[in-house]
């Protein structure tokens, strides 16, 4: 049933033009109604950050390897990166690049690994511009940006390419974690604001292979992470559209952040998956922006 | 000088938080002021699409490696393309990938090359969408999305990662050709009203190795691609903030689009270098928006 829901629904949003299919699985384009929707429930994310005072950065869908290297992220999650890799021969190793080309072969043996991975999370290539000492407060960041996972699946709610939105705060152990609960009361108004039954609930990241058990037993006894869910395809499994995540002093140890008192600086995040929370919409509500409840469509500005 | 005035320039991005340097050539995270600029520079361009009828698309900075074989885009550009390259294995697997990682290795050999490349151009992944006959009078796209070209630098107006604003003209070859002229004749009033100069000129693209001479040559003789440049640096060595693309048709055969009478299709494009367009106001009229010309605020929203 469930995988019957999600293919019925990915054949709507396809035949309604909301998502162009480009022939790799959760990888789309996307159209104006998808797009606007996106940038009104940005809108709304924005008015919480301006209040809070947050410094808005933007980052683009490449970042340092290294910042993965610092951050133990290939221990923890080596299936989701996508590295880039390039070409850099000269006119005979364009000869034997171009024969691979031709006949549909793996390129890979022509190519040299760049500096650049795909951004995972919209927060990993803020903290390395952060080293040293903080202000006193801290500091809290309002980021975006194109984040990739190398996950191919069907599910219209699991894309490979997708905006993911984040507030990252950084300071004292207190300060810290009182953000991230102020974030966690009011995220849900968003979602209530859209018609969207949402539910908090502690979470575990997809840690990978044999020692990834441990490491989610250990994120999950802590409550590191929560996420806000919304049923998309059924209650039984929601899908996450928001999280909440406290890293304690990772981040400040790797990239030496300090507060202003001289201790290790302690982060948290909070990041939206906006794609997810737009297909949540469109699979509730319909398809047709006319037809939505008049509160859905004031929140949308439709 | 040349080098020494682009030195200084970048130093005053930085110092002036423009732009975030993340530890490699032409990557780089951009401040709220950057991030407006481009939004307003962009309305400007909402506003002709509108007006034109373009439908609406937006693309994901990765597109379909199968795009760029069907296409020859490795015949002409190799140099620029970022192939993305995942970890597919098991825990052994994941042992050995880790110990290149810790080491600062390359990983390349633990890895495989996806069905992904990062879109060099915003356009690419339309083409293959239209396959089939196009509905009378053709049809025209108003299209974005971060773009990648692996040409690390150290020119801030030469960036690896990148926001393209494109719209895309198919049909007949009298009106594909009619509307690229338009679109020559209408944009230097947006960089006016930036207080830009702008040259309108014959342009080449950057084709690979020896046989990229020819290439150029016949792209030239052919007046296929015309630039509008900037003097961003020195009057001698202006940058191209938009081009304006006849490509015949290639696309129209590589993907089998035919017009409604039968004929293959004939496209064009015209694209937009956003971040170019906004650091030529900014090495032009200063980093503080609020010293900017009255008309030059305006345009900008600021």
């Not at 507030?167 to 207190?174: A, D, P, S, Y």
């Not at 250990?218 to 995540?245: G, H, M, R, Y």
Request: hydrophobic letters at 40%; proline letters at 6%; aromatic letters at 8%.
């Amino acid at each position: 049933m469930d995988e019957g829901s999600r293919a019925n629904f990915m054949r709507q949003l396809v035949e309604g033009h909301i998502l162009i299919p480009m022939g790799v699985p959760g990888v789309f384009g996307r159209s104006a109604l998808f797009e606007d929707m996106l940038t009104k429930l940005g809108a709304r994310i924005d008015a919480w950050a301006r209040h809070d005072g947050a410094e808005r950065v933007a980052f683009p869908p490449v970042i340092p390897r290294e910042v993965l290297r610092k951050t133990g992220y290939m221990d923890n999650f080596p299936q989701l990166c996508g590295s880039v890799h390039a070409f850099v021969g000269d006119d005979a190793g364009h000869a034997a690049l171009l024969q691979r080309v031709v006949n549909g072969h793996d390129w890979t043996d022509c190519l040299r690994q760049t500096d650049l991975v795909l951004a995972p999370a919209t927060c990993y290539p803020l903290y390395p511009t952060l080293t040293g000492g903080l202000p006193p407060g801290g500091r809290l960041f309002d980021l975006a940006s194109f984040c990739f996972r190398h996950e191919p699946s069907d599910d219209p709610a699991r894309l490979q390419a997708f905006r993911m939105r984040e507030n990252v705060r950084i300071g004292e152990v207190e300060r810290v974690k009182e953000w991230r609960a102020m974030w966690m009361e009011r995220c849900p108004e968003l979602l209530e604001s859209l018609d969207l039954e949402a539910i908090l609930d502690t979470a575990t990241d997809p840690f990978f292979g044999r020692g990834g058990r441990m490491m989610k037993s250990s994120q999950a006894t802590q409550a590191l992470k929560f996420e806000l869910l919304v049923p998309i395809w059924c209650e039984d499994a929601p899908t996450a559209v928001a999280s909440f995540n406290y890293h304690g002093e990772h981040f400040g140890n790797v990239f030496d952040i300090h507060t202003a008192a001289g201790t290790t600086a302690h982060t948290a995040c909070v990041g939206f998956g906006l794609e997810r929370i737009a297909l949540a919409v469109l699979k509730r509500h319909g398809l047709v922006a006319e037809r939505w409840p008049v509160n859905v469509r004031a929140t949308l500005g439709v």
